[in-house]
């Protein structure tokens, strides 16, 4: 059997730390320190070469259990929908009008930090209600 490994998320992105610092927002990640050697994360990206300044930005789980999510800045924007996006768990066992008070009081939130709503799916009869949102640069991610 082969062993489980660990995975990183990593984001294409215009503004690296913007869109890193939204997450983190969304997933209760925090930042993790700077390198060893720097005070803070934007003495390390001083130190840099000029067109490497503010290329990239991470954020990470504080309990160690969900994967490192990494942010690297990319020339071009986004054109398609996503093929994979993330599910945030925010209405777990909640059905019915519980659920979308659920899904509307974290969407409300959200909306508050730089996301926008897309559709919202009711309930049928194999699924729950989820609401589909985007990010601060357009990544798609539901609420469920």
Known sequence: MASVREVQ????????????????????YVVPPPPPGFDSWAAFDRSLPAER????????DPNGVGPRLFFQRVPEGKVVKNRVHLDVRVGS??????????L?????????????RGEL????????????MFDVEGNEFCLD
Do not use: H, I, M, Y
């Open 104 to 116: 509307e009081a974290e969407a409300a939130r959200l909306e508050k930090w730089g996301a926008t």
């Open 121 to 132: 799916l009711l309930a049928d009869e194999f699924n729950e209600s989820c609401q589909n």
């Open 53 to 60: 300044q503010g290329s990239a930005f991470a954020c990470v």
């Open 93 to 102: 066992g909640l059905v019915g009008e519980e659920r979308l008070a659920a």
């Open 9 to 28: 998320v990593t984001f294409d992105c215009a503004e690296p730390e913007r869109v890193a610092r939204f997450w983190c927002e969304v997933l209760g």
